[in-house]
């Protein structure tokens, strides 16, 4: 054996391994191979030396807060418990997906991390959903968000989440939380900066749950998730292109009057299911009120309904509501317009130059008072 | 320190005078690990921080057959590191140790050549040098085969020892 060929089982002495009998005899009657010996030997100990002066001597205990564990699901004990590649076994999940014909990849990637995250939080006492989107840059414009809403019999909830930072996959997020048990429902145009509020910074890691405690509410349960794009339908991400049976949705609506845009929605949604008299009214300051139903009403005239787009024609114009998906299975709507309304004498908390639009019940929305 | 299945079993229940021990234990270790690994201070406590961190939030992924608890933190440590380097945008880029500039000189000998090292070749010696790692706990951590291991293991000491003989005050303390 020449050298070249020991050279590599000098290396495994160092490390206490046994070796072929040629390559020892080598060893051991070959000057340059007894001195690469001494010389890996050296290095070991060197740098254990070095290592030994490097390592603190005092070295501060952590701050362990408990966090609830949770029992593994049978997906995370398979992957603990895996005995072939991860990168093989994905890549079997993914031909098995691939030939099955489906567009589950489609879906995969529109789903995909990205700058985009969505908050999904549990409120108490009845676990309502609420979520937010956020994306985890500079930007002033998207990377906040303000929710509000009633919660329990009386109380409202008010959440204001900000983009701090991003490390990995985790975010950080400055959180205030303002709940008032006793408020009356503010209506639309409603704001609060919570100014007066101390902001408490959580981490927020897909697959992890943080909580948040609101003084007189309880704990929020708080989730994130990240996309790669902010969501059309926020509160209905799995919504499918075809509309349910009593289903009446307006995404991102353009009414257009003639050749005139009344107005244009563009980003905001109103969705109600399993309603049989879903309506939807649109305010617009100028305007006045549209209301635009799945069932005949007095005064209202029949439009048609066809995917994205509802014809019809009121006070001698043609009018044409067109939205970023199908609104309903139905092929007929009934229309009214109401030029002099005055959203602030019927929504309470609501202002005459705030325009906007959402769907519930016919009945609800003939009452002589609503709330938003 | 108790015996790894046990120590892992009260760690995954969320038994925070355990995992302190633990982290007492080798967090000092640990973080001197990512020291070689990022040529950073700063960003080995970090890094370090955030492995025990992790590992206290989310405790998977250990299997007390197949390897020990020690082992599978320094993987997590390591993957950590890959991770910091990914954001640097300098994956496999040598880089001077601090540590090196303001140490003894002496300790400055190897830790100067250890530095010129690739990364992974550096991961690879302090853990089986300092660390005492096995073949076996190696490929666990770093993901390659046992034979790749003894081969990359020969391979990082031929370099270091070429690139240590080569510094003249190296000559000079050998000859001496």
């Known amino acids: 054996m020449k050298c070249e ?238 509309p349910q049976k009593n289903e009446f949705r307006i995404v991102s609506p353009v009414l257009i009057r003639g050749k005139e845009v009344v107005f244009n929605f563009v980003g905001s949604s109103s969705i109600d299911s399993g309603d049989q008299e879903a309506t939807l009214m649109i305010y617009y300051p100028g305007a006045g009120r549209y209301l635009i139903s799945t069932v005949p009403f007095e005064g209202a005239i029949q439009g048609t309904v066809q995917l994205g787009q509802i014809k019809f024609s009121l006070e001698g114009q043609d009018y044409l509501l067109l939205t970023a998906m199908p609104t309903t299975r139905l092929e007929h709507v009934w229309v009214s317009h109401d030029a002099q309304y005055k959203l602030s004498e019927h929504m309470q908390g609501a202002s005459d130059g705030q325009a906007m639009f959402m769907v519930r019940s016919l009945s609800r929305l003939l009452q002589q008072q609503i709330h938003h | 320190m108790a015996d790894d299945r046990e120590l892992w079993e009260r760690i995954c229940r969320g038994d925070t005078t355990a995992f302190d021990v633990w982290y007492r234990a080798l967090g000092p270790k640990l973080e001197v690990f990512l020291r070689q690994v990022l040529g950073n ?85 302090w853990l089986r040098e300092v660390e005492g790692q096995s073949y076996a706990e190696l490929a666990e951590i770093l993901e390659i085969p046992v034979g790749t291991v003894r081969s990359r293991l020969f391979a990082s000491r031929e370099e270091l020892r070429k690139i240590w003989q080569a510094t003249p005050r190296a000559k000079k303390k050998e000859d001496a």
């Open chain 1, 5 to 242: 060929g020991a050279a590599e089982f000098v290396s495994a002495l160092c490390d206490g391994e046994t070796i072929p009998r040629e390559a020892a005899e080598h060893i051991g009657r070959c000057g340059a191979c007894g001195a690469r010996l001494n010389a890996y030997s050296a290095i070991g100990a060197e740098l254990r030396r070095v290592a030994s002066l490097e390592e603190q001597t005092e070295f501060q205990a952590g701050s362990w807060r408990e966090v609830p564990r949770a029992q593994l699901t049978w997906w995370q004990k398979a992957r603990t418990t895996m005995r072939i590649p991860r990168f093989a076994f994905a890549s079997m999940l993914g031909m098995i997906v691939l030939l099955s014909g489906s567009l589950v990849l489609v879906r995969a990637r529109t789903g995909a991390g990205g700058p985009v995250l969505m908050l999904t939080y549990k409120i108490p006492p009845d676990g309502r959903i609420a979520r937010c989107n956020i994306t985890t840059d500079e930007n002033p414009g998207t990377n906040h968000c303000l929710n509000y809403g009633s919660s329990g019999p009386r109380g409202l909830l008010v959440v204001n989440v900000r983009f701090v930072r991003k490390e990995g996959e985790r975010t950080e997020l400055g959180v205030k939380t303002r709940y008032k048990a006793q408020a009356e429902d503010p209506g639309i145009g409603y704001r609060d900066d919570l100014s007066d509020v101390p902001e408490e910074m959580v981490w927020i890691e897909p697959g992890n749950e943080e909580k948040i405690s609101v003084p007189g509410l309880g704990e929020i349960e708080l989730r994130g998730e990240y996309l790669d794009h902010i969501p059309a339908l926020l509160f209905r991400p799995e919504e499918a292109l075809d």
């Open chain 2, 41 to 125: 201070r700063q960003a080995a406590e970090d890094v370090m921080q955030e492995t025990f961190a992790q590992i206290w939030q989310r405790p998977n992924g250990f299997e007390p057959n197949r390897g020990t608890l020690r082992a599978y933190l320094f993987g997590a440590g390591r993957k950590r590191a890959a991770e910091w380097w990914r954001k640097q945008g300098e994956v496999n880029t040598p880089v001077r140790s601090e540590r090196a500039e303001c140490k003894t000189e002496t300790a400055s000998l190897i830790g100067d050549a250890f530095a010129r090292l690739p990364e992974e070749q550096r991961t690879l010696m």
